[in-house]
């Protein structure tokens, strides 16, 4: 696909995976409508691409704030492409130290937010994309969604956050069937160990260590290496239904 004259959306593109695709969907000519619930950077990035991008703060969750996110992305010209980058990850085992069952509403919240979310974004822009003029191959969109290797190599701690991303997963291939009779492509990224805002908050000590953990390259993954993966698959229409990994070869340990 052509991204140059398209309108994409992406969510969670305040910040980290988000913002990085949302500079290059800019860069390659789309206008980008950016979703978050963090408006003060929204705005800022909004004013650092200009050429047409938009915020809208939006909970992914809400099925009228996401509807009206999507009717906004496709105001001046065909939404054609959408990432899902939001995301939250809260860390609890299933029973603590003392045998007391984990928290089922943190639980609840990290399903609702990462895959409801994904799912509700996903279902809401392939509606949009489908009222789209077909462009070669009977190509209408794209859909980019973001699991992890938590999906796959789940530490302890991360039962909630794993079950999230390994719903994403598991969505991928019969929602690219769901959709392939109205042209609409649907692929998952499965991030490794990358340099996020959250990651941040490591000290750098644990930082040098988690980059040593990566067979190779040895260093952590960027916001950067994400985006310019999901702009070869929007551009790939022969991608479809499938799954990457983003890892460097890792393997997580249990812990």
């Not at 800022?44 to 703060?57: D, N, P, Q």
């Not at 603590?96 to 822009?125: K, P, W």
């Not at 069937?177 to 998952?188: A, F, Y």
Request: net charge negative.
């Amino acid at each position: 696909m052509d991204i140059a004259g398209t309108a994409s959306l992406v969510t969670g593109g305040a910040s980290g995976l988000g913002a990085a695709t949302a500079r290059r969907l800019g860069e390659a000519g789309s206008v980008v409508t950016i979703v978050d619930l963090n408006e003060e950077a929204g705005e800022a990035l909004v004013a650092e691409l200009g050429g047409g991008t938009k915020f809208v703060r939006a909970d992914v969750t809400s099925v009228d704030e996401v509807a009206t996110a999507v009717s906004l992305a496709g105001e001046n010209a065909p939404l054609r492409i959408a990432v899902n980058c939001a995301g939250i990850g809260l860390g609890e085992r299933t029973i603590d130290r003392e045998g007391n069952a984990a928290d089922l509403g943190r639980f609840t919240r990290v399903l609702s937010i990462n895959l409801i979310g994904t799912y509700n974004v996903a279902a809401q822009a392939a509606a949009a994309m489908s009222r789209t003029q077909p462009l070669a191959h009977d190509e209408r969109g794209v859909i980019v969604n973001t699991a992890s290797v938590a999906a796959f190599d789940g530490q302890i701690g991360q039962t909630a956050y794993s079950a999230s991303k390994g719903g994403i997963v598991g969505m991928t291939l019969p929602m690219a069937r769901d959709l392939s009779s109205v042209g609409v492509r649907v692929m998952t990224i499965a991030p490794g160990i990358i340099d996020t805002p959250l990651l941040g908050s490591l000290n750098e000590d644990m930082q040098v260590a988690l980059a040593k953990s990566v067979p190779f390259p040895k260093r952590l993954g960027t916001p950067d290496d994400y985006a310019q993966l999901a702009l070869d698959i929007i551009r790939n229409g022969y991608l479809n239904g499938e799954v990457i990994r983003l890892d460097g070869a890792l393997r997580m340990a249990p812990r």
